[in-house]
């Protein structure tokens, strides 16, 4: 008899992908063997392939299972177990996180045909999986997904000038800061220069963009300017000069605009880069 498994198969292979973290998450950088897999920027490390192998094998013994195909959701099971044991090799830092006995004996359970202990067993190795997951995998992408501003230069457009990620960030954040200040003090002919000197900023700020989104730049026809420093920003600050030229600066005009660059450059860009870089220095201040 074909075993009825559809609902529970379906089950596994939804849930794998899945991830929940502990409320007393604490993050630590990944062991340096791990970085050799990663070696090559913008291409899929050994490691990920590693694990979409072990994904892929462990979702194919269900799906021979209900297919009645014993033999060969044998021969998935000794798949997966061949590719979560070289995953414990290829880190040896991470090899206590792996139960091997539980996932040999699922191996075993299938090899007889038993499904209710294999579904039993698949819990098991499940909780190995997640485990891991919950305790290494933030701190795999912060450090191989999102590089060190550290390592990355600026050419200040105001002065010319080479300077450090930070030191232009604070650079473009007190230009921004300026319009509204000289504004509020109704001091125009500042605000309007403030205006300038943050618009060559934030377009020099696109060239950030570029070190690290290479592909999206050079590639799509939507690039990553288009999101935080793309047109409808620049266009922004021309619809304030266009108040200050008509000789009588609009109050609202002024705060819908100012609040659009806020909320849709700097608030959404920061919401997104800045917990990554807050780990990265935090380790970088390590003992």
């Given at each position: 008899?074909?075993?009825?498994?559809?609902?529970?198969?379906?089950?596994?292979l939804?849930?794998?992908?899945?991830?929940?973290f502990s409320?007393n998450?604490?993050?630590?950088?990944?062991?340096?063997?791990?970085?050799?897999?990663?070696?090559?920027?913008?291409?899929?490390?050994?490691?990920?392939?590693?694990?979409?192998?072990?994904?892929?094998?462990?979702?194919?013994?269900?799906?021979?299972?209900?297919?009645?195909?014993?033999?060969?959701?044998?021969?998935?099971?000794?798949?997966?177990?061949?590719?979560?044991r070289?995953?414990?090799?290829?880190?040896?830092?991470w090899k206590?996180?792996?139960d091997?006995k539980a996932?040999?004996?699922?191996?075993?359970?299938?090899q007889?045909?038993?499904?209710?202990?294999?579904?039993?067993?698949?819990?098991e190795?499940?909780?190995?999986?997640?485990?891991?997951?919950?305790k290494?995998?933030?701190?795999?992408?912060?450090?191989?997904?999102?590089?060190?501003?550290?390592?990355?230069?600026?050419?200040d457009?105001?002065?010319?000038?080479e300077?450090n990620?930070d030191?232009?960030?604070?650079?473009?954040?007190t230009?921004?800061?300026?319009?509204?200040?000289?504004?509020?003090?109704q001091?125009?002919?500042?605000?309007?220069?403030?205006?300038?000197?943050?618009?060559?900023?934030?377009?020099?700020?696109?060239?950030?963009?570029?070190?690290?989104?290479?592909?999206?730049w050079?590639?799509?026809?939507?690039?990553?300017?288009?999101?935080?420093?793309?047109?409808?920003?620049?266009?922004?600050?021309?619809?304030?000069k266009?108040?200050?030229?008509?000789?009588?600066?609009?109050?609202?005009?002024?705060?819908?605009?100012?609040?659009?660059?806020?909320?849709?450059?700097c608030?959404?860009?920061?919401?997104?880069?800045?917990?990554s870089?807050?780990?990265?220095r935090?380790?970088?201040?390590r003992?």
């Open positions: 008899m074909k075993p009825k498994f559809p609902l529970v198969a379906g089950f596994i939804l849930f794998l992908p899945c991830i929940a409320a998450l604490s993050i630590q950088p990944p062991p340096p063997s791990l970085d050799k897999f990663y070696a090559k920027r913008g291409e899929t490390s050994e490691w990920i392939k590693q694990m979409h192998q072990i994904n892929k094998t462990f979702g194919a013994i269900f799906i021979d299972i209900d297919r009645g195909d014993w033999e060969k959701a044998l021969q998935s099971a000794k798949d997966f177990g061949s590719a979560y070289k995953a414990s090799e290829m880190v040896p830092e206590d996180l792996f091997f996932s040999e004996s699922f191996i075993a359970s299938v007889s045909k038993n499904i209710e202990l294999s579904i039993q067993l698949y819990t190795v499940e909780k190995s999986c997640s485990q891991c997951h919950q290494n995998n933030i701190s795999v992408w912060t450090r191989y997904h999102w590089p060190s501003t550290k390592t990355i230069k600026v050419l457009p105001i002065d010319e000038k300077v990620y030191q232009f960030m604070n650079r473009l954040s230009s921004f800061r300026n319009i509204s200040i000289y504004f509020d003090q001091k125009y002919n500042e605000s309007w220069k403030a205006i300038d000197v943050f618009s060559n900023r934030l377009k020099g700020l696109r060239s950030v963009c570029s070190k690290c989104h290479v592909t999206e050079t590639k799509n026809s939507t690039t990553i300017k288009d999101f935080f420093v793309g047109n409808d920003m620049i266009d922004a600050l021309q619809k304030i266009q108040i200050f030229a008509s000789g009588e600066p609009d109050a609202k005009i002024f705060k819908k605009n100012i609040e659009y660059i806020s909320k849709l450059s608030k959404m860009c920061h919401l997104i880069h800045q917990p870089a807050i780990i990265l935090t380790w970088d201040k003992p």
